[in-house]
């Protein structure tokens, strides 16, 4: 039987991580690529190890060559420079947007037709930088990040009502980054609204503690996460490869919904075979579509400096060098 190609460029923290999960379940062969090829090869060769123990049976490889990614269904990219205390994500930007065209131009190289999810940071900013540089449409370029946000709200808000964190049901919007939208009004905890069970301030906290969960676990132990980002991407590719079709909340490219174009933000979307396969428009308070407004606003200005990096003069000076 043939399965479906995954590669990884990052074989990093979350790289690795994602790729573990991916074996576990069984979704489909993997390349991970990385410039460092001795943590590529060694490990690949750690999770080859673990396949006569998992109830999945999957291949692994490790390189820096892009010609073993060729015709991969997903391609997630990971690498990059990682945060590192007193860092914001936006700092990131000129270092991870000049990996991201070399990324890229290997990927449309070699696997034209995959469905692109992106994870480094700044995330909006470099979706919105693959976009340009793929050429690819719409609804096969992601980025992963609203499950994220999500789940560190619900894990925030079960701690603090000490229940069990599958019976919280919430949604964050918006931008990865500290003016994200948790939406508090349609929170739930077993079908109850979360405004009848925590006061306004105690929700506002959960909401800041969630705006700020990033750059927390940064400053604990001096790098970004990896299991939750791990956990998220793999329920992305479970439900694209699948065809699960289930509403996830990840960065996407409006096209008129929530009277927006051309940017790139988390919102529900429907993921299935073909990638994002609609984007679902939930209502918004006043205040609400303000922050979310505000947020958008704030990612558009940094466009025009990352149009330079698929200028066809960049591109042509950094192939050369």
């Not at 993921?271 to 958008?296: Q, R, W, Y």
Request: one cysteine or more; hydrophobic letters at 40%.
């Amino acid at each position: 039987m043939t399965r479906p190609k995954i590669t990884i460029v990052g074989a990093g923290n979350v790289g690795a991580q994602t790729a573990f999960l991916i074996a576990t379940k069984g979704l489909g062969d993997l390349v991970l690529i990385d410039i460092d090829e001795k943590a590529a090869k060694g490990k690949a060769l750690d999770l080859f190890e673990s396949i006569p123990l998992l109830d999945h049976t999957v291949s692994v490889i490790g390189s820096t060559d892009y010609k073993l990614t060729k015709d991969s269904q997903i391609v997630v990219v990971t690498a990059g420079v990682p945060r590192k205390p007193g860092m914001s994500r936006e700092d990131l930007i000129d270092t991870n947007a000049k990996i991201m065209t070399t990324i890229m131009s290997n990927v449309v190289k070699y696997s034209p037709d995959c469905i692109l999810i992106i994870v480094t940071n700044p995330l909006d900013e470099m979706v919105y930088l693959a976009k340009r540089l793929s050429k690819f449409p719409r609804q096969r370029v992601l980025g992963m990040a609203g499950i994220l946000d999500t789940t560190r709200f619900q894990a925030f808000t079960a701690q603090a009502l000490e229940v069990q964190p599958q019976q919280v049901s919430a949604l964050v919007l918006g931008g990865h980054a500290d003016a994200m939208l948790p939406l508090s009004s349609l929170a739930t905890v077993g079908g109850v609204p979360l405004a009848t069970l925590l006061s306004s301030q105690k929700i506002q906290e959960l909401i800041d503690r969630t705006r700020k969960a990033g750059g927390e676990i940064v400053d604990i132990m001096g790098t970004s996460a990896y299991y939750a980002p791990a956990a998220s991407l793999t329920l992305m590719i479970e439900s694209i490869l699948t065809d699960q079709k289930k509403i996830l909340p990840c960065c996407a490219e409006l096209q008129g919904e929530y009277d927006q174009k051309g940017v790139f933000i988390g919102v529900p979307c429907v993921l299935g075979k073909k990638g994002m396969e609609s984007i679902v428009e939930v209502p918004l308070s006043t205040e609400e579509k303000t922050i979310f407004t505000k947020t958008i606003e704030d990612i558009k200005t940094r466009y025009p400096l990352l149009n330079k990096y698929s200028s066809t003069s960049f591109l042509g000076k950094l192939f050369k060098s």
